[in-house]
């Protein structure tokens, strides 16, 4: 392992701990990545004694003004060198209540601390004291579950996640990411312990839904948290949206299968975690608004208005950022089928003009969306959207390239309306500013102000108004 610690925090540590009389080891998901060759930049470093004392005089050498958090409650402390974050802790021993994930904490060998890591692949340690510097210590065989891609507790996996129960997430998330299997007495112990997952925060539960949503595969996450019980209660909204129904020989796809499928295709398009969350939301109302309407078949009759008006519900609920992240994802959702009805009728101007109004900046995210939204099972249907979506692609740069219609402000503004024809805010208002707006979007008049002066007059005058003297020029 000696060749994996090169960098020069390493001799240091060592050389401190050394001086320190402590033995020192780094620890956990840095030791994890080595071996999956993975980068990452977080060091935790465990030893037997003093982790504030051992961080102080680390600082110290790497120079007298080097800044160390301290976290006196936890026994802690970290330190910034060279674009690597390094926490030192003691080791130590725990012990668990049943109504909090809060361990009582006491000194331990380092056996005591590898014992209370959530997974063997987390348990690992490598001795970075002189005499020993780079020996691995495992004594949970961590390696071998390495190389066989293994999820499982170092010790009774029904005791590990009642103890803590978010470790149930993080056995699902670290599954999905690294796409290793979770070991079958672990996944029993997840479903029998589900319940326990009460008493961890939303917003813990939420880091690590996040973590799934941003893997290469995140429907390997999601139907692990259904097969688990978890689902369940941690997204009631998702769960519902689970199985098919047929009546007359009709049936209609399983939603929860088909959005899965639509977040994993729009992986590849985008990073954006708020563009996957719209891809997981998409359908989100469909259970709300299904009907089978005889001889027609199964509807879901505005689905995408009723799931944009769930989002800020569920977005509170589940501790989600209620800000312009949660506005992006309802406009995703609302606006989600346009270019698919765009692209099964015929392609207008001015209804590509409207959705490009709508649709602003968020345009791309949108047609990404809906690009991954077609999943059909009909090829010869897949192959006739793709090539008519390509054809709204086109069209949308081209309108965009000749009227600028993205976030466009209408040209002539309430005010001015107001002013002219000495109106009080009134419906009249209301109605001259769409006009003018609807006969540009229509490309009845171009998006310029003195066409669009021109119409008001005119539309002004069909509602029996006339501009005051003074501005009738
Ligand atoms: P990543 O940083 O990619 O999320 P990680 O394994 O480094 O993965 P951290 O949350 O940074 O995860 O935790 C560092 C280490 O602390 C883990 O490798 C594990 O040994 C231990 N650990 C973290 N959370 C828990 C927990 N809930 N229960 C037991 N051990 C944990
Ligand atoms: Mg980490």
Not at 90 to 96: C, D, N, P, T, V
Not at 136 to 147: A, I, Q
Request: proline letters at 4%; glycine letters at 6%; hydrophobic letters at 40%.
């Amino acid at each position: 392992m000696k060749k994996h610690l090169k960098h020069q925090i390493f001799s240091i540590i060592s050389e401190e701990a050394d001086k320190l009389g402590q033995d020192c080891y780094v620890i956990g998901g840095f030791v994890r990545d080595i071996i999956l060759k993975r980068n990452s930049k977080d060091i935790d470093v465990v030893t037997l004694g003093s982790g504030i004392d051992l961080a102080k005089t680390v600082a110290n050498h790497i120079g007298p003004k080097t800044p160390v958090s301290i976290f006196k409650n936890f026994g802690t402390a970290m330190l910034k060198y060279k674009g690597l974050e390094i926490e030192f802790v003691g080791a130590r021993k725990e012990s668990y209540e049943k109504n909090s994930r809060k361990p009582h904490v006491e000194d331990g060998t380092l056996e005591d601390d590898q014992k209370r890591r959530d997974f063997t692949i987390n348990a690992l340690a490598i001795c970075l004291n002189n005499k020993r510097f780079g020996e691995m210590v495992d004594p949970f065989d961590g390696v071998t579950d390495l190389k066989k891609r293994i999820i499982r507790t170092p010790l009774d996996p029904v005791i590990t996640f009642s103890d803590d129960p978010l470790r149930m997430m993080r056995a699902i998330r670290f599954s999905t990411q690294l796409n290793f299997i979770i070991e079958e007495k672990t996944l029993a112990a997840i479903s029998s312990n589900k319940d326990r997952i009460k008493i961890v925060s939303k917003e813990r539960i939420m880091d690590e839904l996040n973590k799934i949503i941003l893997s290469d595969k995140p429907s390997k996450g999601f139907k692990l948290l259904d097969k688990t019980g978890l689902l369940e209660i941690i997204f009631p909204e998702l769960f519902a949206m689970k199985g098919r129904e047929e009546i007359d020989g009709i049936g209609h796809k399983d939603n929860f299968l088909h959005t899965l499928e639509v977040l994993d295709r729009i992986v590849p398009n985008t990073d954006n975690l708020w563009l996957r969350w719209s891809a997981l939301l998409h359908d989100i109302a469909k259970p709300k608004t299904k009907r089978f309407v005889p001889k027609q078949g199964w509807t879901f009759h505005a689905h995408n208005f009723v799931g944009a008006k769930m989002i800020p519900g569920l977005f509170r609920q589940m501790k989600l950022p209620l800000n312009e992240k949660m506005k992006y994802v309802q406009k995703m959702v609302s606006l989600h089928m346009r270019p698919i009805v765009l692209s099964e009728e015929e392609v207008t101007d001015s209804a590509v003009r409207r959705l490009l109004f709508e649709a602003g900046d968020d345009i791309d995210d949108l047609m990404t969306l809906c690009e991954a939204d077609i999943t059909s099972k009909n090829t010869d249907k897949v192959k006739r959207y793709m090539k008519n979506f390509q054809l709204v692609r086109e069209k949308l740069k081209d309108l965009e390239e000749r009227d600028h219609i993205r976030n466009f402000q209408p040209p002539v503004t309430g005010e001015e309306i107001m002013e002219v024809f000495g109106l009080s805010p009134s419906r009249e208002v209301g109605i001259l500013k769409s006009a003018i707006k609807d006969a540009i979007l229509d490309g009845e008049i171009r998006n310029d102000y003195d066409e669009a002066f021109a119409f008001l007059k005119k539309k002004a005058a069909e509602l029996g108004l006339k501009p005051l003297s003074n501005q009738s020029e």
